[in-house]
């Protein structure tokens, strides 16, 4: 102990020795500068100098070095100093493999104990009703759980009870592991190819033999880096092989998910931006009949502001809630419970029964909500617009006029059903009062044997001809006769009389003329009391228009009612469903707005009907705060890589030196804590990020998820890889990258090389992370023992709900497609990145892609339900950014090997970026637009092997708001009518029965 403590006394007195000799020579080089400029005496230098040298007890005269060779001398005292505390890189991956692959041993066979002993934690879909799957009954054994969720169940067993989201992932997964195989390929013949490099002063440094399987170990300009250049054709040769077969496959799937007529979402479209004039759910439905047909339609819903609406449906569940508590307490004890009344906010009054106040206040609620629904259900259908439409003064009518009712404005007046006015009623009954001729008065008139025949004219007055003289005359031009509504629309023809009627009709015109003056006149007093009538009707009609408004308004609340600039459109056919959303449907720009509707249970609501200009200035926002965070997210993420190297912390943050020379245990620690606190901050992104895509209006949660996909990938490239990677001089780097872009590319270059054994540390970590999270649900087990101590649990329906967050076990959260995709993203670019430059990184990979492919097959059969599920949207968003990481990881590596002056090797290189440049031209072309949309022949095959029966019934309301959709006699579960008394027998019994 005593020589330990001398020794650890003697380091430190040197390194305080080191320090005054760098702080006296700092001084030194100031007395020389001043020496040089005449401003001191240059013998004093020289006495400054000599005691530098006494100073120092490194073995090197400080004395003796000239002005220009100072850098020399710090940089030996700082390797002196580095070689104290840096670890080399082969001892840390192999502790990094000791205890993070050690971890996940033990994870594994702890998991496989608790599956087997607790069913009910780690096999969640073998009983929770709502999620419940046929997959999940099977039990494995101990291990073999591992490859019989791979062997047992197959991709569309996966897609149809987990969803096509789950199934994309795993074949996801799939990809990562078999270009990790590739990468292992290539490893071959790459690592003893660095590894038996020729020595040079270069590379004199490079002793560790983890760095010595890199590049690094590998000479400027030398022939080896050919091997380099093949391994990058093979690579991303394979790559861009893998994505054609993988689009071959995921085309298969999307359509064979598109062509499912049972679920909701591929018979229905979202429509966005609706005209005012089509915000209602009838004159949207006629929108799109006329645009396809009547049977192709099968119903609109446009949604409402109904903020009042959904309070009143919240307050009665939490009343139904205390009700069923109450009922299941005086169950239990035989007590009937009592509570403080609630006079006001926060004032008590005295004690009151809890059966009778609740369910008498349920009781009003039912009726409040009912009178809500049903007045908002009219208001949805259009008829209050309709009503809005009535009610407008009839025009007026000239009673002394001798014209004749125009026919256009009469069937204007009564024929249109869809705006027929309250005005036409009177005025057609006070017309009928004087349709006194003998045509209606005796239509037996109008046989064979008639001797008039009546021709009601389109185009005029109905004129009398007879038989014998077909032409009018001036008297018989005047003459009208009334018709009903049917007749005005037709021509009455009659065979043309015998002589015998010829003659006798000649007798009859007077008589028929004076008749028909008298009808003239008779019509021309009906007209004006009609006007009159209409007119006092009319203002009748607006002023209980006016009323019923107000009434509206003081029933619903001033807020309910207003219709949305958005609505779902549901058909009968998936080919006019397709047809749709490849169809512009309005003039103006944005305006009827089609996507794809997402599942009813996925709707996000709160942001159905949001305008365009909302949308737009939404989506500028959480772009600029998304950067802005990235900006921020700098300062962390750089620190934490930097802990990595110790010697460079050394140089930053003074007590971190003292820290390390206090405790240099710490050294290793903190090099192994380095990568595991990057994963852990980056936990906390997803919460952060998915606010900012909430002011982007996304209409479900499929649609967060893509967005917030891109966010958490954009983080991954950004800071996890290109940060860290340069995270020695972030701020120097971010100015030197403004001042010239291209510089990013020699940064990279210089700085990935060093970097591959942090980046497998963090491959290593994240998917150890993952493991003991997701396979022992960790979280989930703490909050289901919490809400077992806290929050409402007396019957199994209370157990059953999440309480304040916290939720039971058979309850489970919904998967994180987007963080859990996002990390892939940073394997792939690892991958890409490091298997040429150091090809340990797939072997790595390799493993953890194939452990992860049996992880999340296991979670999604055995704990995950369908929902959210974006239908594969993800898979086109992950191809997406894996084109952009393989241009990165080229440019990258076209970066490094021209520092590496491999000049003849670089004409080689250019055209594997050309290649990949138009590979992404091509594959972005049609691919993409033929996986979103079925093909038509498909559709019409679809729809005419439909059984004629098919029930829609599911898609009835499938769209509309849930507080729409509640029950308007909402009731307590029957289960607790069993009490004792038969008080609450009858309670609960009368609140069924409503």
């Given amino acids: 102990e005593l020589d330990h403590k001398r020794h650890v ?9 080191r320090k005054l000799a760098t702080s006296n020579l700092s001084r030194g080089l100031s007395h020389s500068t001043n020496c040089a400029s005449g401003r001191i005496n240059c013998e004093e230098e020289q006495r400054l100098s000599m005691k530098i040298g006494q100073n120092v007890d490194t073995g090197v005269d400080a ?13 030996k005292l ?49 009983y929770a009703k709502d999620i419940k799957t046929d997959l999940a009954d099977e039990s494995h054994r101990f291990f073999s759980w591992m490859w019989k969720v791979y062997t047992t169940v197959t991709d569309d067993e996966l897609m149809e009870e987990c969803g096509m989201d789950a199934v994309c992932f795993i074949r996801l997964v799939q990809m990562g592991y078999r270009l990790s195989l590739v990468g292992v390929f290539i490893s071959i013949f790459l690592l003893p190819v660095y590894f038996t490099a020729e020595d040079s002063d270069e590379t004199a440094d490079v002793t560790d033999r983890i760095v010595k399987t890199t590049i690094a170990h590998v000479p400027s300009g030398s022939n080896r880096m050919f091997a380099t250049v093949f391994g990058t054709y093979i690579l991303f040769g394979y790559t861009m092989y893998y994505i054609l077969q993988e689009f071959r496959w995921y085309i298969e799937m999307r359509h064979k998910y598109l062509r499912r007529s049972n679920l909701a979402r591929n018979l229905s479209v979202y429509v966005r931006n609706i005209p005012p004039e089509y915000q209602n759910n009838r004159s949207l439905e006629e929108f799109f009949q006329d645009c396809f047909t009547s049977e192709a339609v099968l119903e609109a819903r446009v949604p409402l502001k109904i903020p009042n609406l959904s309070k009143a449906v919240a307050s009665r569940d939490t009343n139904l809630a205390n009700l069923e508590h109450a009922l299941a307490q005086y169950q239990k004890d035989g007590v009937r419970p009592r509570h403080k009344e609630q006079l006001i906010a926060n004032v008590l009054g005295g004690d009151v029964d809890s059966i009778d106040t609740y369910s008498n206040l349920l009781k009003e609620q039912n009726t409040d909500i009912a009178r809500r629904i049903t007045s908002l259900e009219k208001i949805a259908d259009g008829h209050r617009a309709a009503k809005e439409e009535d009610v407008k003064d009839p025009e007026p009518f000239d009673g002394e006029s001798d014209k004749p009712l125009n026919e256009d404005d009469e069937t204007t007046m009564t024929n249109d059903h869809d705006t027929k006015s309250y005005m036409s009623w009177p005025i057609s009954s006070a017309m009928s009062m004087f349709r006194g001729s003998s045509i209606q008065e005796n239509p037996s008139a109008l046989t064979e044997d008639t001797n008039p025949v009546v021709d009601v004219d389109a185009a005029g007055p109905p004129t009398t001809i007879t038989a014998g003289n077909l032409e009018s005359t001036p008297e018989q031009e005047e003459e009208i006769v009334f018709v009903d509504q049917q007749s005005s629309s037709s021509k009455k023809t009659v065979q043309k009389p015998n002589m015998l009627a010829a003659s006798l009709g000649k007798s009859l015109s007077k008589a028929t003329s004076v008749a028909s003056k008298a009808t003239h006149a ?14 006092a009707a009319n203002k009748a009609t607006n002023a209980a228009s006016a009323v019923a408004s107000q009434a509206a308004s003081f029933v619903l609340g001033s807020e309910d009612g207003q219709a949305y600039s958005s609505g779902f459109v549901v058909f009968t056919k998936l080919s006019t469903a397709n047809a749709a959303l490849q169809m512009i449907h309005h003039d103006t720009p944005f305006a009827m707005e089609i996507l794809e509707a997402p599942d009813p249970q996925d709707v996000l609501w709160s942001n159905v009907g949001r305008e365009h200009k909302d949308l737009q200035v939404g989506m500028l926002i959480s772009f600029a705060m998304t950067a802005g965070l990235c900006l921020l997210w700098t300062i962390p993420m750089s620190f934490f890589a930097s802990l990595s190297n110790a010697a460079a912390v050394r140089e930053d943050i003074e007590f971190l030196d003292d820290l390390f020379d206090k405790y240099p245990g710490l050294i290793p620690l903190l090099e192994q804590l380095a990568p595991f606190l990057v994963v852990i901050f980056n936990a906390l992104l997803p919460m952060i990020l998915e606010t900012f895509c909430m002011f982007e209006g996304p209409f479900s949660n499929g649609a967060v998820e893509a967005s917030l996909f891109v966010k958490l990938s954009a983080f991954m490239i950004i800071q996890t890889f290109f940060v860290s990677a340069i995270s020695g001089s972030v701020i120097e780097a971010i100015s030197d990258i403004i001042d010239d872009w291209t510089h990013v590319i020699d940064l990279l270059a210089n700085a990935l090389p060093a970097q591959g054994t942090y980046f497998m540390q963090i491959v290593l970590v994240s998917t150890t992370t993952s493991a003991g999270m997701e396979l022992l649900r960790v979280v989930a087990v703490v909050t289901a ?7 409402p649990r007396l019957t199994k329906k209370e157990r059953s709900k999440a309480y304040m967050g916290l939720r039971p076990l058979s309850d489970p959260k919904e998967f994180e497609h987007a963080d859990f995709t996002s990390q892939l993203v940073l394997y792939f670019m690892c991958l890409f990145v490091f298997t040429v430059i150091s090809p340990m990184m797939p072997i790595i990979t390799a493993f953890c892609f194939l452990f992860m492919g049996s992880m999340f097959r296991h979670q999604f059969i055995y704990i995950y339900g369908k929902l959210p599920d974006s239908g594969g949207k993800l898979w086109q968003n992950f191809i997406q950014i894996m084109l952009t990481c393989m241009l990165v990881a080229q440019i990258t590596i076209f970066g490094l090997l021209g520092l590496k002056k491999a000049v003849k090797q670089l004409p080689l290189y250019i055209p594997l970026l050309c290649i990949t440049i138009l590979f992404n031209l091509y594959i972005r072309e049609m691919h993409f637009r033929v996986a979103n949309h079925l093909p038509t022949r498909e559709c019409l095959k679809v729809d ?33 009518s069993g009490t004792s008394e038969e008080l609450a027998d009858d309670l609960v019994s009368e609140l069924q029965s409503r």
């Fill in 78 to 126: 700082q390797d002196e100093e580095d070689s104290d505390t840096d670890l080399e890189d082969s001892k840390v991956l192999r502790n990094s493999v000791l205890i993070y692959g050690g971890a996940l041993v033990v994870i594994i066979i702890i998991f496989g104990w608790l599956r087997r002993r607790y069913p009910r934690v780690y096999r969640v879909r073998s």
């Fill in 63 to 75: 004395s003796t070095l000239t002005h220009d060779e100072p850098h020399g001398w710090f940089r």
């Fill in 785 to 791: 023992a919490l809400r077992r101590c806290i929050g």
């Fill in 944 to 976: 005419l092997a439909r059984d004629p029966d098919f029930d829609f019934s599911f898609l009835v309301g499938a769209y509309t708001q849930p507080p729409l959709k509640a029950e308007k006699e909402a009731a307590p579960d029957s289960s607790l």
């Fill in 9 to 17: 006394q003697r380091q430190k007195q040197q390194k305080r020795s």
């Fill in 522 to 535: 008779a019509a021309s007093a009906a007209n004006k009391a009609s006007h009159a009538a209409a007119s």
